[in-house]
């Protein structure tokens, strides 16, 4: 599972699944899990560059990834941990005007989430290195100021009630990551910011994932225009 990033075919990524963020986006606190499709393809890996287009407000959403290690469909939550392989750290990315806009006009916001490098994302962490998933401090800073610190106990909807949910609609895959939502504190990153972020357990000084990237205007490609709203 080591190279889940070149071999899994699908990113689930779980909305709203803390109730503080939702709130600080104005959102309604969700009463079942939802979630949306990100590409593979959106994939970068730790110490990479992550691409801001021209005209995009990127925000950073700092989260705990799920690694799926083996495939299934309707899976009972009694039987959801047998179907985790490890872990991982990963930054759902954003482009916030460009969601918001579309979110106005009743449309999918697949695009806003789906950039190449909106999804930077570290090594994999073994499954035997996290005794609980759920008691996990996740933060999140830019040039060195922090921007989210919360812990994984903040869930709304825990990690086997949303592989129950989700196989409930499409089966896992092994390969496939869960990211299962954000702590509040959400915001822009722009070119040249430098962003780093921590996985720990709170009674361990030994992080058990890092990741550090430098965030770069993108060449070429896709312009959001002020009409596009």
Do not use: C
Not at 34 to 63: C, D, M, Q, R, W
Not at 150 to 175: A, H, N, W, Y
Not at 190 to 203: C, H, I, K, Q, Y
């Amino acid at each position: 599972m080591a190279s889940f990033f070149r071999t899994g075919r699908k990113i689930i990524a779980i909305g709203r699944n803390f109730a503080e963020h939702a709130k600080e986006l104005n959102n309604a606190v969700p009463k079942e899990p939802f979630f949306f499709l990100k590409p593979t393809t959106s994939y970068v890996a730790n110490s990479g560059k992550i691409e801001i287009p021209v005209g995009v407000t990127a925000h950073h959403e700092i989260e705990l990834g799920v690694v799926i290690g083996k495939g299934g469909r309707n899976i009972p939550e009694s039987e959801a941990d047998s179907y985790v392989a490890g872990y991982a750290l990963a930054i759902d990315m954003t482009a916030r005007n460009m969601q918001d806009a579309v979110k106005k006009r009743g449309l999918p916001w697949t695009a806003s989430k789906g950039f190449d490098t909106f999804t930077p994302v570290s090594a994999f962490i073994p499954k035997s290195m996290v005794s609980d998933p759920h008691n996990l401090n996740i933060w999140l800073k830019i040039n060195d100021e922090f921007k989210q610190n919360g812990t994984t106990s903040d869930m709304i909807f825990r990690i086997p009630r949303l592989i129950q949910f989700v196989s409930s609609i499409m089966t896992l895959e092994e390969g496939d990551l869960i990211l299962t939502g954000t702590p509040s504190g959400v915001g822009p990153i722009t070119p040249g910011d430098v962003v780093t972020a921590e996985l720990s357990v709170p009674s361990s000084s030994e992080p058990l994932a890092s990741l550090n990237f430098t965030a770069v205007q993108r060449e070429g490609g896709f312009t959001f225009q002020p009409e596009y709203s």
